[in-house]
């Protein structure tokens, strides 16, 4: 417990999946958590899970690829908390497509959301940080953004540059004690993946070398030791989090 006391964090995606475990996990460590989503009904319930269990949270409706709403989500972090201390950029969409078959509508939605909303986090995140001598971002990414996955070209697309981007704000800001790593999950049960475990054998069995799949909160803890100060000497690193699937 208190882990994360004193610290303010910004969490987008927050209404359900890994990054509702984040913020719960985060506030019964002790953080004052903003918790943003576009779907403000689900996030409510989570503010109102964490305030009922003595956490200190609040939530804010959020479209990621937008940079006035994001410009709205750190004012109003500032201007309730004083501060912000982390970012973790959870908020990410999914997409089938293979490149012979790609729309670019879909390619620039999923570019949008999971690569341009993680940019614009950090763009306007850490010049706070900067302010505190101190920060950690954490970009969940995903193994796709390491190794290849046939018929996600616009989704690895995303998740790669999300790593690539990782690594050179680490480098650009290590100077002032900001660090910048990104987390890269394997598959894990959450509203996103659903459709993906119907069939009595998921595909994705094969692949995964433990006997079960991940479930949110096992991405939360490894988020929570990058939020912390735990991690002091870690920036630029890539945590795999995918139950041996890139150990093939």
């Known amino acids: 417990m208190g882990r994360l006391t004193g610290k303010v964090a910004i969490i987008t995606g ?65 201007k309730q908390y004083g501060k912000v201390d982390i970012l973790v950029n959870n908020a990410g969409v999914s997409s089938t497509m293979t490149i012979a078959n790609l729309e670019m509508e879909q390619w620039n939605k999923v570019l949008d959301i999971n690569l341009n909303g993680c940019m614009l986090g950090m ?19 995903s193994i796709g953004g390491i190794v290849g996955m046939a018929g996600s070209s616009a989704y690895t697309a995303a998740k790669g540059a999300l ?8 480098v650009e800001f290590s100077k002032e004690s900001i660090r910048v790593n990104s987390v890269h999950p394997g598959i894990i049960e959450t509203p996103m993946t659903a459709p993906s475990f119907k069939d009595a054998t998921p595909f994705y069995k094969t692949f995964t ?40």
């Open 14 to 78: 927050a209404a359900n999946g890994m990054g509702a475990a984040e913020a719960k996990l985060f506030a019964s460590e002790g953080a004052k958590v903003v918790a943003t989503d576009l779907n403000e009904n689900v996030l409510n319930e989570v503010i109102q899970e964490i305030t009922n269990n003595g956490g200190e949270a609040i939530g804010l409706k959020q479209n990621v690829a937008s940079e006035e709403e994001w410009k709205h989500v750190v004012e109003e972090t500032v």
């Open 123 to 141: 763009k306007y995140a850490i010049p706070e940080m900067q302010k505190n001598g101190s920060g950690s971002v954490i970009n969940i990414s």
């Open 163 to 170: 790593r690539s981007i990782s690594k050179a704000a680490a």
């Open 209 to 248: 070398q433990l006997p079960y799949f991940g479930k949110p909160e096992d991405v939360a803890y490894g988020v929570l030791f990058l939020a912390s100060d735990e991690s002091r000497f870690m920036t630029g690193a890539e945590l795999v989090i995918d139950g041996g699937w890139t150990a093939l």
